[in-house]
């Protein structure tokens, strides 16, 4: 205590004396505003201050893409009047070179630099995954009741100080609180200031701006944030949580010791379906955070499982490639990005993970999970069975690679499972993928990339030679997975199954369409209708006006289909037609349309305890 009472002479004297070594000490740093508070056509201005240079000319640019989207997406096209200043306020020369890149001059003098964002959302077309539009968890939204700061679309980068660290500070009314995984530095209501250590950390740490609506809670060491914004409030976090922090807890149970994160943020973007807001669903993951973007209009039940399964896959890149990543991924190139091979790895095995953990912890059933790896071998199959894995990795950006982007969550996921069975079969049901993928973060972790040409040899030290001849075979070579093989090994053979389809479709064939000039939803006129029409009396070219009391048309069909997801074989259901002008109500069950698929099933009793230990060790 003693120490604090300095008389003012000599207090005086240690600061003018040690001023300026203090001034030196403090590291510099870009400064970064974002002012919520000042909307202008939709728009919010950026100011960005950067540290000082030594070079004439410099360039100041936007990500052509991010990690974890796998698509070029030119963020810059949505900057607009960017301006460069000296400190006296006059402005500097500055050129555009292309969508994403700025040069200035006279660069010695800069002070600051400011623009104006545009919001993604107001400019999708719902055109489907790898249309034009940004997918919506990697977009941004410009509104006075939410803003979704993914920052890789409000704050640019000069492209000398990519390993300057950052200060961002956002303004914003105190009606609004931001949820992220970062921490607040500023106890004010209306201005939050975050550090980063480097650009690429920054961008790693979204933020959502909504009226406070969030739940927290603690698994063992990891405090976990979920944020929700719900345009008509039909939503609440803590309608939400319940089933969040179940998986949550499951997954943690999973991975056992092979994570540290500290603190967990779960962002949850409901949007109304307007024509100006998002429209492409499903989420993207961060070391600590995901953003999620579903439609508000989903039933909660549906909800429930649409969020375990996304959420679930996103939480376990915390595996990788937070612990585990390649050069390319670490030191990524914003501007001219050059793609990893592993994305069976980043990808594939997180997907695998999501699936093999819900069986692991009593999520669903043995059958559940088969049907799963069924559907996956599927769908997989309908996309380039042929194409090496490692090919279309390293060039995922570019056609045709690019097409086959999404067979990294169907084969992707299988190889995962390959994997772990040759892992599984080779240590008598010891040890298996995520003991493979605990060695790696050991060996790595989130510091330390590895060479991309150099982890599959390491993989083979760490595993078994059967591992090694897999990878040559399926992942870096061109021949298609006999699965049959592999899931013989834990005594698995196909088996035909029925499952539940949905009443307004056969496959991908409609049994219904759309009136164009009265928006009205009708029955085809010449297709072979199921028995839950047959039995209800609903005929061919009949109009369907409501269920169970809610209207339906064009501009809610959507809302329709979804919440049949939820129809349980012989629930009450009243159907309001027209036919010949005359409307009626039509009273009756639900009769689930069933198909017969093909599948999986344990068989040989033999094998039961290597099986077990790669489901349930």
Request: hydrophobic content about 35%.
């Amino acid at each position: 205590m003693k120490k604090i009472f300095y008389s003012l002479a000599i207090a005086s004297l240690l600061l003018s004396c040690k001023s300026s070594q203090i001034n030196n000490a403090v590291p510099p740093e870009v400064k970064v505003t974002i002012d919520l508070n000042s909307i202008k056509d939709d728009k919010v201005m950026v100011t960005v201050i950067p540290t000082p240079t030594k070079e004439e000319t410099i360039t100041f640019n936007f990500p052509k893409t991010v990690p974890g989207t796998y698509s070029a997406n030119d963020y810059g096209q949505f900057i607009e009047n960017v301006k460069a200043y000296d400190a006296k306020g006059q402005t500097l020369s500055i050129a555009k070179m292309s969508d994403n890149t700025y040069e200035i001059r006279d660069a010695k003098k800069l002070a600051k630099v400011t623009y104006w964002v545009n919001d993604t959302y107001d400019t999708e077309k719902g055109q489907g995954f790898g249309a034009d539009d940004v997918f919506s968890p990697a977009g941004t939204n410009i509104d006075s009741n939410c803003f979704m700061l993914n920052t890789h679309g409000f704050v640019g980068y000069f492209s000398d100080k990519l390993s300057t660290p950052y200060t961002t500070t956002v303004l914003h009314s105190d009606k609004l609180f931001g949820i992220s995984s970062m921490n607040d530095l500023d106890p004010s209501t209306t201005s939050d200031t975050f550090k980063s250590n480097r650009y690429a950390e920054l961008l790693e740490h979204p933020i959502m701006y909504a009226k406070p609506d969030y739940t927290s809670f603690k698994i063992d060491d990891m405090d976990i944030l979920i944020g929700v914004y719900s345009p008509s409030g039909a939503f609440k976090a803590a309608d939400i949580t319940p089933a969040m922090e179940k998986m949550m807890r499951a997954q943690k149970k999973f991975l056992g010791s092979i994570n540290n994160t500290k603190k967990y943020a779960v962002l949850i973007y409901l949007s109304s379906m307007d024509k100006l807001d998002a429209k492409g669903f499903g989420a993207l993951e961060h070391p600590t955070c995901t953003t999620v973007v579903m439609p508000e209009q989903m039933p909660k039940e549906q909800m429930d499982e649409q969020l375990k399964d996304i959420v679930s896959h996103e939480f376990f890149h915390i595996v990788t490639p937070l612990g585990v990543h390649s050069n390319e991924i670490h030191y990524f190139d914003f501007t001219s990005p050059k793609m990893s091979k592993h994305l069976w790895m980043y990808e594939g095995v997180t997907e695998y993970f999501a699936n093999l953990f819900q069986i692991n912890q009593g999520l669903i059933t043995e059958e559940e999970f088969y049907q799963r790896m069924a559907d996956k071998i599927s769908q997989s199959k309908a996309l380039d069975d042929t194409m090496p894995f490692t090919k279309m990795s390293a060039n995922v950006l570019e056609k045709p690679y690019k097409d086959q982007y999404l067979n990294v969550y169907q084969k992707g996921a299988l190889i995962g499972m390959c994997m772990d069975i040759i892992i599984r079969e080779k240590s008598n049901g010891q040890r298996g993928i995520l003991d493979l993928m605990q060695k790696l973060t050991n060996e790595y972790g989130p510091d330390k990339p590895f060479n991309d040409n150099e982890l599959f040899d390491k993989i083979v030290s760490l595993t078994y030679p059967e591992v090694g001849d897999f990878i040559k075979t399926y992942i870096d070579g061109p021949t298609p997975i006999p699965y049959e093989t592999f899931f013989a090994k834990m005594g698995i053979t196909q088996a035909k199954s029925n499952v539940p389809g949905n009443v307004f479709l056969k496959g991908q064939t409609p049994y219904i369409t759309i009136n164009k000039s009265t928006k009205e939803i009708i029955m085809l006129p010449e297709i072979t209708l199921p028995e839950f029409y047959t039995k209800l009396g609903i005929k061919n070219g009949d109009t369907i006006l409501a269920i169970n009391d809610k209207n339906y048309n064009l501009d809610n069909i959507y809302d329709m289909i979804m919440a049949s997801q939820n129809w349980k074989e012989g629930d009450a259901i009243t159907v309001k037609i027209k036919r010949d002008g005359k409307i009626q109500d039509l009273k009756g069950k639900v009769i689930l349309p069933y198909e017969e698929v093909e599948g999986y099933a344990s068989t040989d009793n033999s094998k039961k305890a290597i099986r077990e230990a790669w489901l349930k060790g």
